[in-house]
């Protein structure tokens, strides 16, 4: 069997544990299927932006599991795990940076690429990868050929879904044509799971952290006849998008209890804006409940769209210059050139 996982996105303000219980699931899977693991690949966006000092660390820890991983016959030998890069501004050049560390692990095989490349596994499957790229990269060499595998990061689309939309220079790949040189194609980048039919898939990022990701969050594995199969990640926590169309009904779905992040979208009218400011600041410390208020369509000469959890007074247009005037009514002193070098030190960071 294959296991796939994509979308990782190691950085962002999820729990560290749930990445960690995640990781275990679908280690886990892999040990207690009955065919054995020839190969785990992560298909690009390993990480979600420049990592910190303790975002090394959590996803040096991360990884170390992810690739010393005992899921070999009997627990006594790792899985191999090939890496692809992903979307720059996520991965940027930073597998550079933990690949050497994982190489130096006894007992494991890693293996990474930024170019598109074919090899073949242990086993014999023949495997093309195809890292993000952008502009006018020719595929053409390696679009001729067949593989057991094709594995990927960037934007696939057919002619009956389009579910990504491409951005500037961005390559996009017919789902077709992948389909029909491989066995089974497998792609990051897109965070929901997709089935484009003639075993062309998204695998779909293991969890989620933004409104909108409304599909359920699977490990996705494929036996040794390319047979696709998925198992869903509890560890995924659920972000839910609701309209509301009046105070009441807000009232009401709050009171039942917030405790996974929702996002509230409120169309209203002037009359009501107080009304959902005053449920706001009541549950303003309960960090699950953002709303968006925009105005209804007999507001339409006064279209506002804000988010209702940032009021917290009247704006400040200018929040610099109010800071300094604030500390010299305040403080008797003038403190604008060190709040502005601060500024600039932000700015360039």
């Not at 009401?252 to 005053?278: C, Q, V, W």
């Not at 210059?321 to 600039?344: A, F, H, M, N, V």
Request: hydrophobic share 35%.
């Amino acid at each position: 069997m294959y296991a796939f996982l994509a979308d990782v996105h190691l950085g962002t303000k999820l729990s560290k544990s749930d990445y960690l219980k995640s990781l275990d699931k679908f280690l886990g899977i892999i040990k207690n299927h009955e065919e054995e693991c020839h190969c785990i690949f992560v298909l690009g966006d390993l990480f979600d932006k420049r990592l910190s000092i303790d975002d090394y660390k959590f996803a040096s820890i991360f990884l170390v599991n992810l690739v010393y991983n005992r899921c070999g016959r009997n627990g006594n030998t790792n899985v191999p795990v090939h890496f692809i890069h992903g979307t720059f501004t996520h991965d940027y050049d930073q597998y550079d940076i933990f690949m050497k560390i994982l190489e130096k692990i006894d007992n494991v095989e890693v293996f990474y690429t930024k170019e598109a490349c074919a090899r073949q596994l242990s086993n014999g499957a023949k495997v093309l990868y195809l890292p993000q790229k952008y502009g006018d990269t020719d595929y053409d060499k390696f679009l001729s050929e067949k593989y057991d595998i094709i594995i990927g990061h960037g934007v696939v689309n057919s002619d009956g879904l389009v579910v990504c939309p491409r951005g500037n220079k961005e390559i996009e790949f017919p789902a077709d044509k992948l389909g029909a040189i491989s066995n089974i194609c497998v792609f990051g980048h897109f965070h929901d799971y997709t089935d484009f039919g003639n075993n062309v898939f998204y695998a779909g990022s293991m969890l989620r952290w933004k409104y909108g990701e409304d599909v359920q969050k699977v490990f996705f594995i494929c036996d040794d006849n390319f047979k696709p199969h998925t198992i869903p990640n509890e560890f995924a926590l659920d972000y839910k998008t609701i309209r509301v169309n009046s105070p009441d009904e807000l009232r009401t779905i709050i009171s039942n209890g917030i405790d996974t992040p929702h996002r509230f979208m409120i169309n209203s009218s002037k009359e009501d804006l107080e009304s959902y400011y005053a449920i706001m600041r009541i549950n303003k410390n309960n960090p699950n409940i953002r709303c968006m208020i925009s105005s209804n369509k007999e507001d339409r000469s006064d279209n506002v769209k804000m988010d209702i959890n940032s009021i917290t007074s009247a704006p400040i247009s200018e929040p610099i210059p109010e800071l300094i005037s604030y500390i010299s009514e305040k403080y008797g002193t003038d403190e604008s050139e060190q709040i502005r070098e601060y500024e600039s030190k932000i700015n360039r960071e």
